[in-house]
């Protein structure tokens, strides 16, 4: 009625703990983040500073809505970024109709190159694949008993982002572009929880940082905007002739 599409959602469980199984109410939880975040009524979204106002997607018109929790038990305590935790045959759980639902994979730990990640997603090229969908640790989804300065569920708004086509706000290069106009361009990710304003320089042009992006690297409660244009990038994925139009209900 409010011209929102709403994502159907299964939320795959691989625990080796009990901690790892994680709850149905932080799932609630998460989903409810999500549909905050995305709905731009996140609480802290009166921080945004004025000088992006303009730029402020508000609601970014995608919600989200669980239809299914599957949970599995597994020996395996770490998981790579190799999709195996998407895999029955390699221990992990097949995704559902991954051209219909979003999956979400939560395994108990995640390493890249030898690093702890905290998630990584599939953009919308993979629509449909069995890899299709977003993988989250376990310490870092949902809020009640995650792991702080990751414990308010934005993990999870910053990879469905990536699954809904957006790219890092630095575009994974020195000055890169993320193909958003409104997101000013900035050298690199930012960690932590930046003072704002910050200033930086790319070909002899200084701009303020939009640091408080979700698509930036910054802690959880240092993030709390999408811009207009990428609201634009998500509803064209979702739309009828897009990548992504298989969620539609
Ligand atoms: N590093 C991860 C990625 O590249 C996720 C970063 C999420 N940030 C956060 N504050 N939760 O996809
Ligand atoms: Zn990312
Ligand atoms: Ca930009």
């Not at 994974?172 to 997101?183: E, I, M, P, Y």
């Given at each position: 009625p409010d011209g929102s599409i709403e994502i159907p959602v299964v939320v795959n469980v691989l625990y080796k703990t009990a901690a790892e199984n994680v709850s149905d109410a932080r799932i609630a939880e998460q989903i409810s983040v999500l549909n905050a975040d995305f709905g731009g009524?996140?609480?802290?979204?009166?921080?945004?500073?004025s000088e992006f106002l303009p730029a402020g997607?508000?609601?970014?018109q995608v919600k989200f809505r669980l239809v299914n929790t599957v949970r599995k038990s597994t020996s395996k305590s770490s998981w790579a970024t190799n999709d195996d935790m998407k895999k029955a045959s390699k221990g992990g759980i097949d995704a559902t109709t991954p051209a219909n639902y979003l999956n979400i994979w939560i395994v108990g730990k995640m390493t890249s190159q030898g690093r702890t990640i905290l998630g990584y997603a599939t953009f919308p090229e993979s629509a449909g694949l069995w890899n299709d969908g977003v993988a989250i640790a376990a310490p870092y989804f949902g809020k009640t008993g995650a792991s702080a300065p990751f414990n308010l569920g934005r993990t999870a708004t910053h990879e469905v982002g990536h699954y809904l086509n957006l790219r890092h706000i630095w575009g994974?290069?020195?000055?890169?572009?993320?193909?958003?106009?409104?997101?000013p361009t900035q050298t690199t990710a930012n960690y932590g929880k930046p003072s704002y304003p910050l200033y930086n320089t790319c070909s002899g042009v200084q701009r303020s940082v939009m640091?408080?992006?979700?698509?930036?690297?910054?802690d959880d409660a240092a993030m709390f905007m999408f811009s207009a244009g990428q609201k634009t990038r998500v509803q064209s994925v979702l739309a009828s002739n897009g990548a992504r139009s298989g969620l539609r209900l």
């Open positions: 009524t996140n609480t802290d979204i009166n921080k945004i500073p997607a508000g609601n970014t994974d290069a020195n000055c890169g572009n993320d193909q958003v106009s409104d997101t640091f408080m992006n979700y698509m930036d690297y910054v």
